[in-house]
């Protein structure tokens, strides 16, 4: 039986650095406990939110103004929600972000969540859940800023 070069490097614990705000926050690969704590946060609202603009974003150049207004709901949601989801994911994944959580919340941009959330799912996610994020918030930046094809 041949030995595995690359076994002890899965099996070690990751780290990764996130920028938030004007701070690098060198994070852990959380405990089993800390996961267990925050992924049902990303399952149960993140991503229901990034599907539901998917769901209802595709709007063309033959959409009417209450297509536009169907969106409204979704976007408030995505706008006033997902922040405060993602802040919840990235402060309880760490207990270095969770110290620093009044910090986070009063200096990190969106951009920066968006960012740290992508880079804590590399770290710490078996099953590719980053890229599914990852390719479900390019799809919906990319359906939101340009129309969709007409069919013609």
Not at 11 to 26: F, H, K, N
Not at 43 to 61: C, F, H, M, W, Y
Not at 77 to 93: K, Q, S, T
Request: charged share 20%; net charge negative; with cysteine.
């Amino acid at each position: 039986m041949s030995q595995n070069s690359e076994a002890p490097s899965l099996s070690a614990i990751r780290t990764a650095a996130v920028v938030l705000g004007e701070t690098t926050y060198t994070v852990r690969e959380a405990s089993h406990l800390r996961a267990k704590k925050v992924w049902p946060i990303l399952v149960n609202q993140v991503k229901p939110a990034l599907e539901s603009l998917r769901e209802t974003g595709d709007i063309s150049s033959d959409s009417t103004l209450a297509d536009l207004a169907g969106l409204v709901p979704v976007i408030e949601r995505i706008l006033l929600e997902l922040p405060d989801a993602i802040v919840e994911f990235i402060c309880g994944y760490d207990p270095g972000l969770e110290a620093a959580r009044k910090n986070i919340e009063e200096t990190a941009t969106q951009r920066q969540l968006i960012l740290a959330l992508l880079a804590l799912l590399e770290m710490s996610d078996p099953f590719g859940l980053r890229r599914l994020v990852s390719r479900g918030l390019t799809r919906t930046a990319h359906s939101s800023s340009s129309p969709a094809p007409s069919g013609e």
